[in-house]
């Protein structure tokens, strides 16, 4: 989650974790954003779990010091080398109907349609068995079954989502006390939250600050 700060609360507290008593979540700070390259010694204190390192990993503080733009640009690129790899993955498959379909099916009536059955059917086509028997060989890595939906959409739109995704995160928390998050895991609702999260960053001023939360 992506929580934009209030303007008048202290970065001191965030440091010892005290989500719960601020936000009302329940989590632990993670390194999500870049800080921008020149960042200057004595704007340090102003970011939020500054790690070492080039780009520099942080898990939030002003806008003007973060490398979004850059963040952007590398998950483009290696979303572009891992459509390229799902694609001979893949090669030979028909398309097939991503998870969310199996799930809304088994959600709308579960006992005629039990959650295994709608497992087992999601596994049975083989594009999806091509790509686990990717993962099994090479081990848990992308092209992930999960992102299934987004690499059918083509390489430009999954180099677009990923660009989105490194900057937005799974849901946003803005400073007003709005909570934005895809109404479910369906392509369609994430990039609907892609939009409303995106739209949000941009209205921000460059002293806004944003602090990245693993829930």
Do not use: N
Not at 34 to 62: E, F, Y
Not at 163 to 183: C, F, H, N, Q, W
Request: with cysteine; glycine share 6%; net charge neutral.
């Amino acid at each position: 989650m992506v929580i934009c700060l209030p303007e008048e609360l202290p970065a001191a507290p965030l440091t010892s974790h005290h989500l719960d008593t601020h936000f009302g979540v329940t989590g632990t700070l993670t390194a999500l954003f870049w800080a921008v390259p020149r960042l200057r010694l004595w704007q340090h204190h102003l970011m939020i779990g500054l790690r070492k390192g080039r780009p520099a990993p942080c898990a939030g503080g002003p806008v003007r010091l973060l490398d979004l733009a850059g963040m952007r640009q590398a998950a483009a690129m290696g979303a572009s080398i891992r459509h390229h790899v799902w694609q001979q993955v893949v090669h030979g498959t028909r398309a097939a109907t991503p998870w969310p379909a199996f799930e809304a099916r088994h959600l709308t009536d579960p006992d005629r349609y039990p959650f295994e059955s709608a497992v087992a059917d999601f596994h049975a086509q083989p594009r999806v068995q091509a790509m686990r028997l990717h993962a099994a060989t090479l081990g848990p890595r992308q092209p992930s079954v999960g992102e299934l939906e987004m690499y059918q959409a083509g390489e430009v739109a999954y180099q677009h989502y990923r660009a989105a995704s490194a900057v937005a995160g799974d849901a946003m928390l803005t400073a007003d006390g709005r909570k934005l998050a895809p109404a479910s895991d369906a392509l369609a609702h994430r990039i609907t939250y892609l939009e409303q999260a995106l739209a949000h960053l941009d209205s921000l001023g460059p002293d806004q600050r944003l602090l990245a939360v693993a829930l």
